[in-house]
């Protein structure tokens, strides 16, 4: 897997991280703070996991569409992409790139059912086909994405620490509401909720990562971005983020004409 995800277009478009979190002109012109800017990355992320659990998706696809959506924001900005029409359309293309393909009307239908009478989330398939050529172009065509949880498999049975991966699967579960997966060698993240779920879990992992030879400096830095995640944000594993906190971010963003 390393020697495909180091050739990949995956690896080729890691970004530091100063290069992420830049809110676009159009965006700040509306008002938008790197702040809010991140809270509506991490409300869609949650948008599209409950979506995909209504569709009954892998995993996988959850994490890939995560992945496009927050690497669009990259490139484009909110205000020209609705994120509320991008996130479902990451999704829909997500499952077809990953071979579990959902159809955009099952896609409209559930969207209809979570969201109700909200309109800024009424879409048609039609929007959804169109939202994902513009996609397309935004990601410039390059849509294979490596994930740590392979990596994290081999991993933790290299170390003989099996029984911690439950536990470190939903760390690698939650990266996804950060930005991580756009900067570090999704082995690196492994790395790093492995770390966590060790110390955390008493587990002595010091003499196997010195074997490992990684280095532990960006393993530490990732796992403290991690651990400063959980500390800021206190969001409810089933709800997302309240109503209150996101609603006033978007709705500085042009709704569907």
Request: some cysteine; glycine content about 2%.
């Amino acid at each position: 897997m390393a020697a495909n995800f180091w050739t990949s277009s995956h690896c080729k478009q890691l970004l530091d991280p100063e290069d992420v979190d830049v809110v676009p002109a159009a965006d700040r012109e509306r008002g938008i703070t790197p702040e809010e800017f991140r809270l509506v990355k991490i409300h869609m992320s949650f948008h599209i996991w409950r979506l995909a659990q209504q569709v009954k998706v892998r995993q996988r696809v959850i994490a890939t569409a995560v992945t496009y959506f927050r690497r669009v924001y990259t490139r484009k900005s909110m205000s020209e992409y609705d994120p509320r029409l991008v996130a479902p359309t990451c999704l829909y293309l997500a499952s077809k790139v990953e071979e579990s393909t959902v159809q955009a009307r099952l896609l409209v239908f559930y969207i209809k059912k979570m969201c109700g009478s909200d309109d800024k989330y009424r879409f048609e398939i039609k929007d959804i086909l169109e939202m994902e050529m513009k996609l397309l172009e935004a990601l410039d065509y390059y849509l294979v994405v490596f994930h740590p949880y392979r990596p994290l498999l081999h991993l933790l049975q290299d170390a003989g620490i099996t029984d911690l991966t439950q536990f470190a699967w939903g760390l690698v579960n939650d990266t996804y509401k950060m930005d991580l997966i756009l900067i570090y060698p999704p082995y690196m993240i492994a790395l790093a909720c492995i770390y966590i779920a060790s110390v955390l879990k008493d587990k002595d992992t010091t003499s196997w990562f010195e074997e490992l030879r990684v280095d532990m400096n960006t393993v530490k830095n990732i796992s403290m971005e991690i651990l400063d995640f959980y500390d800021t944000y206190k969001i409810d594993p089933q709800r997302g983020l309240p109503d209150d906190k996101i609603s006033p971010v978007l709705n500085k963003l042009p709704a569907k004409s």
